[in-house]
C-alpha cells in the first residue's frame, strides 16, 4: 500500500470533466511523475490533495488517513506539502522570516499565541531555517524583501519553504518551468539530494522530458482527466499510448 | 536588554526618556510670554497623548501587522470607559479595578465583535465592524440608557455606593480618583525663573501604562506570534497551504487590539471619571485609523507620533482665533496682514479639522508610510549625502527589508 | 392595515435616499473598483447646491427709499432680489419659491464637475492601491470636503423649504378607501419617491440602451477584455464617476426641503448607504436599490411603536442587524456577484 492513495476521484466544473476517475497509488521513498498535455487535469488533481478544491466523488488517503474534510492547513500539517508553479511567498516579508514561518508552522503546528516568545528564542527552528537557505543557495539574500527576488529565486525561496517543513510527501508543480538549463540541472541535484538525505515521497507535475526522467521511479500519464498509462520511466518511453496522448513519438 | 535587541530595547528607552521628561519638554515656552499657547505641558493634555497612543498602539497590532482595517475600535474604548466607571461607583474611587475591568470587559466584547466580523475580510470587514460599532453607539444612547446614562453620559453621583470606598467625603463631594490613596490630581508645580512645569500623578500614571503598552506592542513585534500577522497582511492564503491557521492569529490580534482600546478606555476615566456615548460613534474610530496611518501603520513608534500630533493639533490649533493671527502678521502691512489672515484663518481654531483632513490625504497620497516614513526618507537623503561625499558608494542594488 | 400602509410610505423617502446614494456608490465600485467613502459627502455637496441657489436667487439690488424710514428714523433700505426685478413680481417671486426644484438644473453640472475633479485629480491615482488607501484618501477627502462646506455655511441646519404648493400632505388613505386622516403623507415626500424612481429608472435605461452604457455594463463584467477590444474604457469611468456624483448630488437637493442641510449629513447617510450598497451586494446595480427601499421599509416598520415597546431599540440598530446577518449568511449580499471585492 502507497503512501498516497487516490481512488475514483471525480471533478467536473459545469459539464467538464477535469478529473475523471482518476487513481493513483504513490510509494513511499519514491518520486512519481504525472505527465499529460496541457488541460490534462494535473494541477487540478494537485489541489485536490491539498484541499485547494473539493472533488465530487472518490477517496484521497495519506498514510492511510483519509485527506477528505481536512482544511488546507491540517493536510499541510500531518505532512503534505505544496511547491506552487507560480511562486506563491509572502512578498513583504525578509527571505529569511519567510522560511522562518513554516519552520514554524512545523514546530509549533498550526495556531500558537506565544507574542512575548521572540523571534529567534528557538535554535532549532532557526538553525533549520538557515540551513534550507543554505540549501537553495539563498543565504546571501536572507535580508532581503522576498518580493524584490527574481523569478528564478522566488521559485527556490518557494521550494525552501516546503523543505523547512520537513514534509512526508512534496508535491511539485513543475518545479523547473521557466528555469534555464543550468538551473534545471541544479534543481533536479537538488531535488535527487533531499531525496536521498530526508527521504521524502515527490509527487512532480512537469513538462520537462529531461527533468522527468531523470528524477521519476514512476510515471502516471493523464489525458482529458485520466490517468491512461502508469510504469516505469522505460515503459513510458515505448507506449505509443501515450506517444499517441502527448508525446507524439517526437520528444523521444 | 529587557529581553529586547539592541535597536530596540534603544527606542525604548528614548520614548521612556522622553515621556519621563515631557512636562519639561512641552513646555518650551515661558508662561506669560505670546508663544506660551503653543505649550502642550499641561496635565490633561498630556494625559491624553498618552491614553491615545495606548489606542493606537492597539490597533496598529491589528491594523498594521494583519492589514485588517477594523472601522469600530472606539466601541471598545467606549465599552472600557462605561465599565470603568461602573467599577469606581461601585468599588471604590481606586482606579486600578477599574482599569482591569475595563480591559477585561473590552476584551470579551471584542472576541464577540472579532469572531463573528473576521469571518469576512477586505472592505466587508471593515463595515461589519463598522456596524457593530454603530450598533453600540446606537443602543448607548437610547435603550441602555439606565446603564450608559444616554445622552448625558454616565458619572459618579453622590448616593452610589462604592462597598470599598466612601460614597462620598466629609465635605460631602464625590471623592477624587487615586491610586493607593494617591490622587490623580495631585501634582507638583516647579517654577523655573519665567517657565512653569506641571509634575502631575495623573499623568504619570498614565506614562507608565503607555510605556507598559509599548513595550509589550514591541515584543508582539518581534514575536513568532507577530511574525505570523505580518504574513497574514502580505498573503494569507498562503498561511493555509504552510500548516498554519490564520484565523486564530487574526482573532488574537483582534483581541488584543480591542483590549489595548479598552485599556485606553479605562484610563480615560481614570483620569476624568464620566463616559459618553459619543465616545463610541464612527468618527472616534476613524480618528484612531488617522492617527495610526499619519504616524505610520505597522512601525513600532508610527502610532505614537501620530496620537501626538493629532492631539496636539486638536487642543492647540483649535485655540488659535483671528485676534492671534492678526497679532502674528502685525509686522506687515495692512492690506498684506489682512490677506495671510484670511488665507489660514480658515484651517485653524474651529477650521483645524481641515487641516487634519488635507494633512491626512497628503500622507496616504504622497507618504503612505506616514510620519516615520518621511523621518526615514530624511534620513536617507542625509546620510547619501555624506556617502556621496566620502566617495563612497556603499548603495546596496536592492533594498535590504526590515 | 393602516398603519402599516403608512410605514411603508413613511420608509419610501429615505429608502429612495439610501438607494439614489447606493446606487452611485455601486457603480463606482463596480466600474472603477473604488470604495468612494466621499460618496456621501456629494449628497451633502447636492443638497447645499439647493442651498446655494436659493441663497443666489435672494440676492438683492440695495435702493434706498427717500420717502419711507426705518424704525431708527435713516431712510429705509429696500431690497429687491434681482429676480423680481428682472421678471417682475410675480415671476420673480414663483422663481423664488421653486429653488429646490431649480437646484436640480444648477446641480447637474455643477455635480458633473466636482465629479470629473475627484476623479481625474485623486481617485484615478488609486485605482492600483488597496482598498485600505482608496477608504482611507476618500475619508479625509470625505473630512475636507464637509469642513469646507461647514466654513462656508456655518454648523448650523439650514431650512431649505420645498415650494409653497407643494407643501402640505396628502391624505392617502382616503384614496384607498380608509377613514380620512389616517394614512396622510406629505407632498414632497411623495415628490422625492417619484423623483428617485425617475432617476433610478434614468440610470438603468441609460446602462441598459445606450452603447456608452453596454461598454460600462461589459467593463464591470470584464475590464480587462473589454480594454483589449480597444475601447478607451478609462474615458467612459471617468465620466461615470461624474454621472455617480450627479446621481448623489440630485439625491441631495431634492433631500434639502425633507432634512435641512448641514455639513455632516454625508457622513450620516455614509455610513448607513455602504450598509445598503452591502446588503444588496457590491457592484449589483438592482441589489443597491432593492436593499436601499427594503432597509428604508424595514426601519420605518421598526420604529413604530408597537415594535419599539415590544423590542426596545430595534429602530435604533434594524439596519446594522439586517447588514451583519445578510453578510454572514449571504456573503455577497442580495444579489451580490461573485469575485467582486473579496480580497
Redesign the interface.
Known sequence: MGILEVKGVNKNFGGLKALDDVNLDVQEGTVHAIIGPNGAGKSTLLNALIAKLEPDTGTISFNGKSLLGLQAHEINQIGVCRVFQTPEIFPDLSVLDNVMIPAFAKHQGSFRLNPFAAVDADAEVTERAHEVLEDVGLTPRKDFEAGSLSRGDKRRLELAMALAQDPKLLLLDEPTAGMSRADTNNTISLLKHIGETRGITKVVIEHDMHVVFSLADTISVMAQGHVIVEGKPEEIKGNPKVQDAYLGGAHL | MFGLKQKDATLFLVVVAITALAPFLLNPFPENSELAQFNAGYPDLMQRFMIFGIFAIGFNILFGLTGYLSFGHAAFLGVGSYAGVWMLKLLSMNIIPAIIVSVVVAGVFSLIVGYISLRRSGIYFSILTLAFAQMSFALAYSVLTPITGGETGLQLALDDPRIFGVAQTADGSIPLTNFFGLEMRDGIEIAAGPWLFTLNVGYYLSAIVMLASFYVAIRIFRSPFGMMLKAVKSNQQRMNYTGINPKPYTLAAFVISGMYAGLAGGLMVAMDPLAGAERMQWTASGEVVLMTILGGAGTLVGPLLGAGVIKYFENIFSKINDNILYEWFSFMPGGLQDFFVTIIYPFIGKGWHLTLGIMFMLVVIFLPGGIVEGGKRLGRLFSRKKAEGGGSDATPAASPAE | MDAIILQILNGLDKGSAYALIALGLTLIFGTLGV?NFAHGALFMLGAFCAVTLSRLLQTASVTIDPERTDFLGNPLKVETPYVIEWFGPEVGSLILDWSVPLAILFAIPIMGLIGLAMERG?IK?FYKR????Q???T??????LQ??V??FYGANPIPTPAPDALVGSLDFGVLVGFDAGTVIYPYWRLIYFVFAAVVIGVVFAFLQFTTFGMVVRAGMADRETVGLLGINIDRRFTLMFAFAAIVAGLAGVMYAPINSPNYHMG?DFL?LS??VV?VGG?GSLPGAVAAGFLLGVLESFASMPQVVTLI??IN??II??V??II??TR?RGLMGRKGV???
Open positions: 470604495v485623486l491615482h488597496p482598498h485600505a488607501d477608504i482611507l484618501v475619508f479625509g477627502l470625505a473630512i475636507v469642513e469646507i461647514k466654513y457622513m455610513v455602504f450598509v452591502v457590491m426596545p431599540g435604533q440598530i446594522y442587524l447588514a451583519i453578510l454572514l456573503p471585492m473579496e480580497a
